[in-house]
């Protein structure tokens, strides 16, 4: 059975340039052999290179644990950083409003004591006139009289 008995080939093209050759052909018999699942090469390992391995495995989990709480310890540092900004902000906004309702109420003091004042004159101006009248008309019930 030879290869071209068995194998049937088509070229097409496709729309957008693509050209692609299309092989059937019946499975055939050569197929790699399985790849055994392998232990890795035992190596002759001293002791001395087993603890030198462990004293680096030792030395990377240390320096990762320093760079994990230098990382917190800088977070921290931020989040102290913001809560001190929070609180001057508060502290500040608490002090303007403060002096400006002191403000305000100084204002408001202010125009009332006017007020008082300007009904305390009208009023004399209103007894001083009431007076006069009075004056007036008893001069000249008398006079007439």
């Given at each position: ?60 989990r240390q320096t990762l644990e320093a760079q994990k709480l230098n990382q ?11 809560n001190q900004k929070k609180q001057e902000y508060n502290t500040t906004f ?51 009289g």
């Open positions: 059975m030879s290869d071209s008995d068995s194998t049937v080939r088509a070229t097409e093209e496709s729309k957008g340039g693509l050209k692609y050759e299309l092989v059937l052909a019946e499975p055939s018999d050569a197929t790699p052999p399985p790849k055994l699942a392998s232990s890795p090469p035992k190596s002759n390992l001293s002791a001395e290179d087993i603890e030198n391995k462990l004293k680096a495995a030792e030395e990377r917190l310890s800088e977070k921290r540092n931020k989040e102290q950083e913001v608490m002090e303007k409003a403060q002096k400006d309702l002191e403000q305000k109420m100084e204002e408001k003091k202010e125009n009332r004591e006017a007020y008082i004042k300007s009904i305390q004159e009208k009023s004399r101006e209103h007894v001083r006139h009431a007076e006069e009248v009075r004056q007036s008309k008893q001069t000249n019930t008398v006079s007439s």
